[in-house]
């Protein structure tokens, strides 16, 4: 079992849908990142977390410490949030990040 | 300012070469970390450095080695290089190896490292 696990894998949605990403760990940590990767490789780093939620436009990312989970919510999505995101873990006692498998996000116009 | 800027982009090399690869943190920050990410692996942790000194490894071969530079600048070599290594290779940059609040990470837009 991987110590990050996201889900769903793949989701498609349509333009102006609510959007979940879940992520799980089952490890102590002191940060949680969740990252934006489009096509070509770049990576942009949309949240970090160590408690309760963050809100940015039209993004919202939530942790619960006790229940090792964390989602990322998208509001009235648009094409041009399709991309891969990607949860990431920094552990308690170290500097090194764990990552989810990603979510491949398509939404459709 | 300047974002996280990694060189070469492209390259390909055959297998037996050796490749060094190098990033340029944001000005300032003082922690480069590398990874390592496949279609089949995807993303995982090679090594980090801060203050010219490697803080953490991760579970790669001895073949792959880093170090970083007085100014900040890393690099990272792979030897011997295997068909195994074709990657996107990305370089992050932060403040420090903490948790401060604001202490995110950037990213370079990666090396994609092609070994036939």
């Known amino acids: 079992k991987n110590e990050v696990e996201q889900s769903p894998q793949n989701l498609t949605a349509q333009e102006g849908e609510f959007i979940t990403i879940n992520c799980s760990y089952s490890?102590?940590?002191?940060?949680l990142h969740w990252l934006q990767q489009h096509p070509g490789g770049g990576i942009v780093s949309l949240f970090m977390?160590?408690?309760g939620k963050k809100k940015h436009g039209r993004l919202i990312a939530t942790i619960n410490i006790q229940e090792k989970h964390s989602s990322l919510h998208i509001t009235a999505s648009h094409p041009r949030d399709s991309a891969v995101y990607i949860c990431?873990?920094?552990?308690?006692?170290?500097?090194?990040?764990?990552f989810g498998e990603g979510t491949q996000l398509t939404v459709n116009p | 300012k300047a974002g996280v800027t990694q060189t070469p982009r492209y390259l390909i090399k055959t297998r037996g070469q050796q490749v060094t690869l190098s990033c340029s943190p944001i000005?300032?920050?003082?922690?480069v970390s590398w990874y390592q990410q496949t279609p089949g692996q995807g993303l995982q942790f090679l090594f980090e450095?801060?203050?010219?000194?490697?803080?953490n490894k991760g579970n790669f071969p001895g073949r792959f080695s880093g170090r970083q530079f007085s100014n900040s600048r890393s690099e990272m070599n792979v030897s011997t290089l295997e068909l195994g290594d074709s990657a996107l290779y990305l370089c992050?940059?932060?403040?420090?190896?903490?948790?401060?609040?604001?202490?995110?990470?950037?990213f370079g837009e990666g090396s994609w490292l092609t070994v036939v």
């Open positions: 992050a940059s932060s403040l420090g190896p903490n948790r401060a609040p604001g202490n995110t990470i950037y």
């Open positions: 490890v102590g940590i002191s940060a």
């Open positions: 977390l160590s408690s």
């Open positions: 990431a873990v920094k552990g308690a006692s170290g500097s090194r990040l764990t």
């Open positions: 000005s300032g920050h003082r922690s």
């Open positions: 450095y801060f203050s010219e000194t490697q803080r």
